[in-house]
C-alpha cells in the first residue's frame, strides 16, 4: 500500500525549528521503502532549508492535503487541523493541560487519528522517541553558562550561536572551572544529556555519600536516581513500580543535598502527586546554598517549586528573591537563578531533529505505514471521533468538563 507523508510546517507561535525527519532520512526513506512518498510543508523557519529538502528529492509545497499521515512536532494550532488524517505530534494533552483542552476537542470533532509521540513506550515504559537528550545538553550548558555570569569566574558562550553539538564541544577546550559542586537528578534521557556535558567539561563524577561529606578541590558532580532521591513514608524503601503507581506514599529525600551544592541540573520526570525536591521555605534557610538552578524538565511550580514559567531561549535565566520568593533579575546578591525554558532542544535543532528522526525511523515508522503495533495502539490517543480505551479517563477533559 502506497502512503503520502507529509512533514507539516509548524504553526505554534512562537514556531519551533525542529522537524521529525531531515532531509538524509527523507531521501533514504524513499530510496529503502517503495510504497512511501514524503511530501514538505513549505517553511522558512525550519532548520532544514526547503532547498535541502528538494535537494534530497523530497517533494516541496504548501498544501499537503492529500497526505495521508501528517508529522509535526509541536501542538498543531486548532485551524490548521485537517479532518479525517493521522497526525504525530506532541499534543501536550494527557495530564488534561488547560491550555490544549481546545485542541483535543477539534481532533475529536474532526475524526482525527492522533498518536502522540510522548505515549510510544516500549513494553517496560520506556519512551521511545523524544528530545530528551538534547534538552539535557542545551540545559545543562546553560546552566554552567548562568554560574559563569553570576561568579563572574568563566564565561560559556550560547548554544545556538554554533552549528552543530561537534562545534558546541570545540567552545570547551581550556574551559577551566572553579570547584564547584553539582548535583543532576534523574536518570532518563535528559539526564543523560546533562551528563553528556559535565563529561565533557571534565567534571568529576563522585558518589552521593562522599558529596554529602566534604568539598573537593576540583569540580564535581553526583547523580541522583529515583532511590537516591524518593523512599516510602512507612516502610524507607523505594519501589520503581510502587513509586509510579502510588508517589502519594512516598516523600522525597533531597534535602541535604541543599546544603551541599551551588549548581542543581534537574531531570526528573514530575506530576502533581509526586513530591517536590523541595518547598518554598526552605529557600529562605541560611543552609540552602544553591546558586543557580536549571530546571531542564521544566514544570511550573513542579519538582523545583521556585520555577515560576517559562523563558524564551532569548533570555532564558531570572532570579528568585530568597526572601519575598519574587522574580527579580537574574544574578542578583539575594536571588537564586532559575534556568527554565520549555524548548532548550532548538538551540542545537539539526542535531536534535536528526537523533529525533532515527528513533522514528527504528521504532515506528514500519509498523505505522504497515499493519500497526500495539506500540502505536497504546500511543493513539484518539480514532473514528473518539477516545481511544487507554486515554477513557480524559473523557471529562474532551467533553470540557
Avoid at 139 to 157: C, E, I, K, P
Avoid at 315 to 323: A, C, F, Q, S, T
Avoid at 329 to 350: C, F, H, Q, W
Wanted: contains cysteine.
Amino acid at each position: 500500500m502506497n502512503h503520502k507523508i507529509g512533514l507539516i510546517r509548524e504553526g505554534k507561535i512562537p514556531a519551533d525549528n525542529r522537524v521529525a525527519l531531515t532531509p538524509a532520512q527523507c531521501k533514504w526513506i524513499q530510496k529503502n521503502a517503495p510504497g512511501i512518498q514524503i511530501i514538505v510543508q513549505s517553511s522558512l523557519v525550519r532548520c532544514f532549508s526547503d532547498r535541502e529538502y528538494l535537494l534530497a528529492g523530497a517533494e516541496v509545497r504548501d498544501d499537503i492535503s492529500e497526505c495521508d499521515i501528517l508529522l509535526g512536532i509541536k501542538e498543531v494550532p486548532v485551524s490548521q487541523l485537517i479532518p479525517d488524517k493521522t497526525y504525530l505530534f506532541f499534543s501536550h494533552t494527557k495530564k488534561k493541560q488547560p491550555h490544549n483542552q481546545k485542541l483535543l476537542q477539534t481532533i475529536l470533532e474532526k475524526n482525527i487519528t492522533l498518536i502522540d509521540y510522548e505515549c510510544l513506550e516500549h513494553e517496560d515504559g520506556q519512551r521511545i522517541i523524544g528530545f530528551g537528550f538534547f534538552a539535557g545538553v542545551v540545559g545543562a550548558h546553560n546552566g554552567m553558562m548562568a554560574y559563569g555570569n553570576r561568579t563572574g569566574l568563566f564565561t560559556l558562550d550560547r548554544v545556538y550561536k554554533q552549528r552543530s553539538f561537534r562545534e558546541l564541544i570545540h567552545t570547551y577546550f581550556g574551559l577551566r572551572l572553579p570547584n564547584v559542586k553539582i548535583t543532576v537528578t534523574g536518570s532518563g534521557r535528559v539526564a543523560h544529556g546533562i551528563l553528556e556535558i559535565m563529561n565533557l567539561m571534565g567534571i568529576h563524577e563522585v558518589e552521593p555519600d562522599d558529596y554529602l561529606k566534604r568539598r573537593f578541590s576540583y569540580p564535581v558532580y553526583t547523580q541522583l536516581k529515583g532511590f537516591d532521591l524518593y523512599e516510602n513514608k512507612s516502610t524507607g524503601k523505594y519501589s520503581r513500580e510502587e513509586f509510579h503507581a502510588q508517589p502519594e506514599l512516598y516523600r522525597c529525600k533531597f534535602l541535604p543535598y541543599t546544603e551541599q551544592t551551588d549548581i542543581l541540573m534537574n531531570g526528573v520526570y514530575w506530576e502533581k502527586n509526586i513530591p517536590r525536591l523541595f518547598e518554598k521555605e526552605n529557600v529562605k534557610e541560611d543552609t540552602f546554598i544553591i546558586q543557580t538552578i536549571a530546571d531542564i524538565t521544566d514544570d511550573a511550580n513542579g519538582s523545583v517549586p521556585v520555577n515560576t514559567g517559562d523563558q524564551a531561549i532569548e533570555d532564558p535565566v531570572y532570579g528568585i528573591d530568597r526572601n519575598t520568593l519574587e522574580k527579580t533579575a537574574p544574578y542578583l546578591k539575594n536571588s537564586i537563578d532559575i534556568m527554565a525554558v520549555g524548548n532548550l532542544p532548538n538551540e542545537l535543532p539539526r542535531d536534535a531533529s536528526r537523533y529525533f528522526g532515527e528513533q522514528l525511523i527504528k521504532h515506528v515508522l514500519e509498523d505505522l505505514v504497515g499493519n500497526g503495533s500495539e506500540i502505536i495502539d497504546r500511543a493513539t490517543m484518539t480514532k473514528a471521533g473518539k477516545l481511544t480505551s487507554h486515554f477513557s479517563y480524559l473523557q471529562d477533559y474532551a467533553e470540557g468538563k
